[in-house]
């Protein structure tokens, strides 16, 4: 599976973002997928995670109400809308899949796309 991350950029304290990630290949739909960023200096952190049928969902605190994952296994995409954005939301953000369920925990990830830069300006 390749994946391919868009839709970054400048945006202002307060604004909207939809990022996507392309999927190569005909086993998208096999895949729990997730969105991680990782911060200049900071380590790579989990953001979210959607599971194969795109039923359930999993965020980490600081984005719960503000970020919404979904997918469209039609389309072999995954999305992550990103709302109410602060500057500490400022990051290179990856999308991954993952076959176990650990994926919706942000652990054992079998591939990873590139990044996509969000920068959230005050």
């Known amino acids: 599976v390749q994946l391919q991350a868009s839709g970054g950029g400048l945006v202002q304290a307060g604004g909207s973002l939809r990022l996507s990630c392309a999927a190569s290949?005909?086993?998208?739909?096999?895949?729990?997928m997730d969105w991680f960023r990782q911060a200049p200096g900071k380590e790579r952190e989990f953001v979210a995670a959607?599971?194969?049928?795109?039923?359930?969902?999993n965020y980490t605190d600081s984005v719960k109400g503000r970020f919404t994952i979904s997918r469209d296994n039609a389309k072999n995409t995954v999305y992550l809308q990103m709302n109410s954005l602060k500057p500490e939301d400022t990051a290179v953000y990856f999308c991954?899949?993952?076959?176990?369920?650990?994926?919706?925990?942000?652990?054992?990830?079998?591939?990873w796309g590139k990044g996509t830069q969000v920068t959230v300006s005050s």
């Open positions: 991954a899949a993952g076959r176990t369920a650990s994926a919706l925990k942000g652990y054992g990830m079998d591939y």
């Open positions: 290949g005909r086993t998208f739909s096999s895949y729990n």
């Open positions: 959607i599971t194969r049928s795109g039923v359930s969902t």
